[in-house]
């Protein structure tokens, strides 16, 4: 089991920045892919960005590219999405998601968080 707590999230305006954390509880995230997910009210979730473990490979959404990061600090036991240049449409719930030896895809995480909330204003 790998427990994950995402904080960061928070009220913006549009152009804002912000950085979510997902910390892992008691392990490091070695070997583990890990995936940010977002859910805006009404929708379904949909993924973010992801990333292997080294940081090596790293895919976006094409909504965020450009404007978000995805990162680990150097222990491996905390993924941060950085975001900038926040819209509106940005708006959701966001969610941390990891699992062993998966390859840097959208879908199929085992472990999730239970998310943060992030409201741009325009």
């Known amino acids: 089991q790998v427990q994950l707590v995402e904080s960061g999230g928070g009220l913006v305006q549009a152009g804002d920045s912000l950085r979510l954390s997902c910390a892992a509880s008691?392990?490091?995230?070695?070997?583990?892919?890990m995936g940010w997910f977002r859910q805006a009210p009404g929708k379904e979730r949909e993924f973010v960005s992801a990333?292997?473990?080294?940081?090596?490979?790293?895919k976006y959404a094409d909504s965020v590219k450009g404007r978000f990061t995805i990162s680990t600090d150097d222990f491996k036991k905390t993924a941060y999405l950085q975001m900038s240049s926040l819209k509106p449409e940005d708006t959701a719930v966001y969610y941390c998601?990891?699992?062993?030896?998966?390859?840097?895809?959208?879908?199929?995480?085992?472990?999730w968080g239970r998310g943060t909330q992030v409201t741009v204003s325009s």
């Open positions: 990333m292997d473990w080294r940081g090596t490979q790293k």
């Open positions: 998601a990891v699992s062993p030896g998966l390859p840097v895809t959208t879908t199929g995480y085992n472990f």
């Open positions: 008691g392990r490091t995230l070695i070997g583990y892919t």
